[in-house]
């Protein structure tokens, strides 16, 4: 195969798109597939109409009149997310309040007010989920966490870390490096109720797991404002239903996280991460990144099609940890079996900018052209199945006028695959032609087999799915739990089930 000075490719990725991927397209929120069924008891509509004066004074006596956010700006702001593509029907501020408990009893004493009240409960981190997973639909009082954001106890001997659910996952990650641990996990914009709460799939997972595999123990808040421990503080704990887990990606919606156990270990010595440019087509760039899992079961391994020269520029990212003389080892090793595969390591500098523009920066970098949406999806397909799925995309893009946009496999979780496109927002009819091709896709990918949702869980910009995905009995099985974990059908409604 013959190589281009990766230099050149790269550059001229950066250059030319000008884009990042974060972004989404309209949904709206439809409850009739569990309502047909008659499974959910009470929706959206029948939730209370605002959160007026009287509900306002109990918030503040709850938690103090200075941790309610008062200032309409601020209050907008949480009506922000990452899709932030006008998900669901916009509420208005005086339907809803944002406060900051601090304590346990302060969000047992909110739970027990909102099931009197009929209002929802929405825990919120970062608000960086992609499907709308933060966002209030109706009467509602969010819960942000930033001042339950403590680190409760490092226990260096048993790998052991309990904190409050606030805490930005980058932020814990300097604490432990104080005692010479870390979590690594990813993406560090997260807080670690929002991590727990979505199942989040770190950058670093093929090493150390996604969320699930770190969670030993969570003090959760129920629906009726229960207080229960799921687990145990050790690392292995093989007994009875594992409660932890099924809190673990319910998305606020069994109940509220107040702290959590998680299982950590040393720091590594050394990272590196590596990019390589390859001039041919994404199956070779995969190929190659396949041996190099195989070879050297590095921490991230993930392929890239960037949409230019028809598909013929093509990425490999590598991680590697470990201690400095083998890590370094490990790098040449790749760098010699990605050169016979075609490749060639792309500079640092060139690298670390590609990450940045794909990463939240890009958001702050504002560069994301402002009349061009860039919209990623991430189903779970089988491995075997990511040619055809691709094929299948960019022919629905075509036939929709939408302009294919890339793809990104992860290599080290085969079957995840991100899909991108991009179309410019002032044409309401590619919002709907985009809307059409979700369907579409979906669709296609439940009817091969995969799921509609790899990473970033259902919110509510996906749970219409759900019921395409699962059969009725499945369903109420689900609402069966919500019933019983959140009675008062309180805790985040109207995201996850339809
Ligand atoms: C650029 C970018 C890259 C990303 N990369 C990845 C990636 O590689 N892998 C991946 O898996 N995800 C990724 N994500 C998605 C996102 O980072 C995760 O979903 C994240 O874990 C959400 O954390 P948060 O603190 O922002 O939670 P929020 O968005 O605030 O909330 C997410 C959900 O958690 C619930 N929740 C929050 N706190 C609590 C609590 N205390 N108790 C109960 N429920 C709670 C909320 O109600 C909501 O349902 C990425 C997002 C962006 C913007």
Wanted: aromatic share 6%; proline share 5%.
């Amino acid at each position: 195969m013959k190589t281009r000075d990766p230099l050149t490719v790269i550059k001229s990725f950066v250059e030319n798109r000008q884009n990042s991927d974060p972004a989404g397209e309209s949904v709206h929120v439809d409850a009739e597939p569990m309502e047909r069924l008659g499974i959910l008891k009470l929706n959206l509509r029948d939730l209370g109409h605002s959160v007026d004066k009287r509900i306002n004074e109990r918030l503040k006596s709850i938690v103090g009149e200075g941790n309610v956010v008062a200032e309409p700006s601020v209050l907008r702001s949480y009506l922000e997310v990452v899709n932030d593509d006008n998900i669901g029907r916009r509420i208005r501020e005086n339907e809803f309040a944002v406060v900051k408990p601090s304590s346990t009893s302060q969000v047992v004493e909110l739970v027990r007010l909102a099931v009197k009240e009929k209002i929802a409960i929405i825990p919120r981190g970062a608000g960086t989920s992609r499907e709308g997973a933060a966002l209030p639909l109706g009467s509602a009082v969010v819960l942000d966490f930033s001042l339950m954001s403590r680190v409760l106890n490092i226990d260096e001997e048993d790998c052991l870390v309990v904190a409050e659910p606030g805490i930005p996952l980058e932020m814990l990650e300097v604490k432990l490096g104080e005692w010479g641990l870390r979590l690594g996990h990813g993406p560090d914009h997260a807080t670690l109720g929002g991590a727990i709460a979505t199942n989040s799939l770190g950058q670093r997972s093929s090493r150390h797991g996604d969320m699930r595999n770190f969670v030993a123990d969570l003090e959760v808040v129920l629906g009726d404002g229960g207080v229960i421990h799921t687990g145990r503080s050790v690392w292995r704990n093989n007994t009875g239903y594992d409660l932890t887990q099924l809190f673990v990606g319910s998305e606020g919606t069994l109940g509220v996280i107040t702290s959590a156990t998680l299982r950590v270990g040393p720091k590594p010595e050394w990272t590196a991460k590596r990019m390589y440019a390859f001039e041919g087509s994404l199956e070779d760039a995969v190929g190659v990144a396949r041996e190099v899992e195989n070879a050297f079961q590095p921490v991230s391994n993930r392929a890239d099609d960037h949409a230019r020269n028809d598909g013929k520029v093509c990425t490999v990212r590598v991680s590697f940890e470990g201690k400095k003389e083998a890590a370094e080892r490990q790098v040449r090793l790749c760098d010699d079996l990605i050169r016979k595969g075609g490749g060639e390591p792309v500079p640092d500098d060139f690298a670390e900018e590609f990450i940045r523009r794909r990463s939240v920066k890009a958001f702050e970098m504002g560069v994301r052209p402002k009349d061009e949406r860039s919209v990623p999806e991430e189903p779970g397909i089988r491995f075997s199945d990511w040619k055809r799925s691709l094929e299948k995309w960019k022919g629905l893009c075509a036939e929709r006028g939408i302009t294919y946009a890339g793809c990104q496999l992860n290599v080290s979780y085969p079957g995840v695959v991100t899909f991108y496109s991009t179309y410019p927002t002032g044409r309401p009819e590619l919002v709907e032609a985009y809307r059409e091709l979700m369907e579409e896709f979906y669709s296609y990918v439940i009817s091969i087999g995969g799921t509609f949702s790899a990473t970033h869980g259902v919110g509510n910009r996906m749970n219409r799915f759900m019921a395409a995905q699962y059969p009725p009995r499945n369903l109420k099985l689900m609402a069966g739990l919500k019933d019983l974990f959140d009675p008062g059908h309180v805790l985040n409604p109207g995201k996850v089930l339809p």
